[in-house]
Each structure stands twice: as C-alpha cells, then as structure tokens.
C-alpha cells in the first residue's frame, strides 16, 4: 500500500468515524421537539365520534314474553385546518405556540345508527358535541421539547361533554389528541425501543383500576425521514352503580364495568420531532352483567360504547 493510498483510507475512516458516532450516540438517547421562533406549521385534522348502545327489548304474546336485542348507534365527523405559529422559543427549549383553528365544510357530518330506530338523546348529544368542535379560535399555549401543554388560559367549559362518569377519562385524552404534537417518552430513541409500566390509579371509584401504558419506536418511510412513536394506554375497573340506577332493571348487576382504551400512531420529524402523521383512538365501554334469559344462549349485553377517532395530517 502507497503512502498516498494509506493517507486516503485514514481520511476515509476519520471521517466515517465522525458522522457515525454523532448518529449513534443520537440513537441513545431520548428524541425531543426541536423549536424554531417565527415559523408555522400547518395541518389537517379529522375527529369522529361514534356512540353504540346495547341493550334489549321486549315483547309480550299471549304469554309468552319474547327478548329481543337492540343496538342504536350514531357518529358524526369534523374537519379543520390547525395552523401553529412558534411565537417564542425560552432559554429551556420550551415554546410559546398560538393554534389557529378553522373549521372545513360542514359544521359536522352526521351517519346514520346502523338500525333504522334512531335514540332522539343520542342525536341531541351528538349535535351539541358538534357545537362544540365547531368553532373558530386561536388557542395560545406552551409547549416543552418533551411535549407536554400547558394552556394560558383554561376555563370549566374547555372539556367536551360526553357523558361520561367521573373521571372524564375520554374528554381528557381527546383534549390532547386533536393538538398536532406529541408527548415523547423518556425512552432512548432507536427502532424496536420499547417500554411498559403498570397503570393503578389510587382513591376514588377507580382504586380497583389496574391496566398498563406502552410505547415503542417504529421505523416510519416517511418524507422527510421520521420515525412512528407506538403508545397503548389500557384501564378496566368495577365501580358501583348510584342505588336508583341499580333498581331501574330487574335482574341487571349493581355494578357497572368500565374499560378506557387509547391506541396511537404518531409519525415525527427526526429532524426537529414535529408531528408529520397521526392515527389516535379511544374508546371508553360502561357494561353491566344481567341475569340468564330462558331462550338466550348468553345474557342479555346492556353496555354502551363511546369511540373517538382523530387522524392529523401535515401540510406544505
């Protein structure tokens, strides 16, 4: 080997040396949000509501008594434009952010319930969920390099109403799944990094709870290049019904089962970690056990279930 070729192949390695060991002590360590002051990001968003009921019917004959099950169902679906302007970015990394919200179309676009009988509450509700979303606004909050939001000015009514029991598991999460951002685990970043730790809330009706939170990094074919952050959040508890619930229906549990479950899909940016491509759900189950019926082959399903889907899209 001449000395010019063996000089070549030192600069060679030198310099691979250099752009690897960037890149791989990058990979070891947690991904965060990158902010620039005065830029803006734009997106659209698209958030259902689904709402499915379970119960029965029944029909007296002579006398016989026949039970029949009943399902009514009814979603509507929301469009805007969220345009974010980076205000200011602090000492700490953080940023000053202001959401500009711009509903598209329709106000809100109704489905009908997948039998013909229609709940006359569950289309009153869905029509002042859609009230709600519907809206133009400008929404100034911060946000850290790890994600979290922290709103400059919150009022009682900033919670959409689904009628939930206490705690508003759904209205929360909702609250946070339409902004175009994500909460970054404190997980080193590399593809097939993962991690779970149990969820058990403590005091209230939900001390029985137990479920788990997971995330892991997903490779993503994506431009520009990114990465798909994977989270699962998963609750189930028993909690007693109120006394004049329990005595509404014969044969029908006291207590009241309930599950929350959140799956999400966020596709970021490696270069600064802003949020490129999202697919969020959850959906929260109220379900209560009844008494064998003589002709069914399982007991009677008197449960409801409400489902809420967000997909957020960037935009040149």
């Not at 149990?198 to 788990?212: I, T, W, Y």
């Not at 959850?282 to 008494?291: E, G, P």
């Not at 008197?302 to 960037?314: A, G, H, N, Q, Y």
Request: with cysteine; hydrophobic share 40%.
């Amino acid at each position: 080997m001449t000395l010019s070729s063996a000089r070549a192949k030192a600069i060679r390695f030198a310099v691979t040396f250099l752009i690897a060991v960037p890149c791989a002590f990058a990979q070891h360590k947690p991904l965060t949000r990158h902010f620039a002051a005065a830029s803006e990001e734009h997106y659209q968003v698209q958030l259902t509501l689904r709402v499915e009921s379970h119960a029965v019917t029944t029909d007296t004959v002579a006398a016989q008594t026949y039970v029949t099950p009943a399902i009514h169902a009814v979603e509507a679906t929301i469009r805007w434009r969220a345009n974010r302007r980076i205000s200011s970015v602090q000492k700490d990394g953080s940023a000053e952010i202001e959401e500009t919200v711009a509903p598209l179309g329709e106000s809100c676009a109704e489905s009908p319930a997948l039998t013909e009988k229609i709940d006359v509450a569950l289309l009153s509700s869905l029509r002042d969920f859609c009230e709600f979303w519907s809206k133009r606004e400008t929404l100034p909050y911060s946000e850290t390099q790890r994600g979290l939001l922290r709103e400059v000015a919150a009022t009682p009514t900033a919670l959409a109403q689904l009628g939930e029991a206490s705690p508003q598991l759904l209205a929360l999460w909702l609250r946070r799944a339409v902004r175009p951002c994500v909460i970054f685990p404190e997980l080193n970043f590399e593809i097939g990094a993962k991690s779970q730790q149990p969820l058990q809330p403590s005091g209230g009706s939900m001390r029985n709870a137990r479920g788990f939170e997971s995330a892991e990094w997903l490779d993503a074919q994506s431009d520009p290049p990114g990465a798909t952050l994977h989270t699962v959040q998963q609750l189930a508890w028993i909690s007693a019904a109120l006394a004049a619930d329990s005595k509404a229906s014969a044969g029908q549990s006291p207590q009241k089962y309930e599950s929350f479950f959140a799956d999400s899909l966020t596709t970021v940016a490696l270069e600064d970690g802003s949020v490129l491509h999202a697919s969020r759900t959850a959906s929260r189950i109220t379900a209560r056990h009844m008494d064998p019926v003589p002709g069914l082959p399982q007991p009677p399903d008197f449960s409801s279930k409400l489902t809420l889907s967000v997909t957020i899209e960037r935009l040149p």
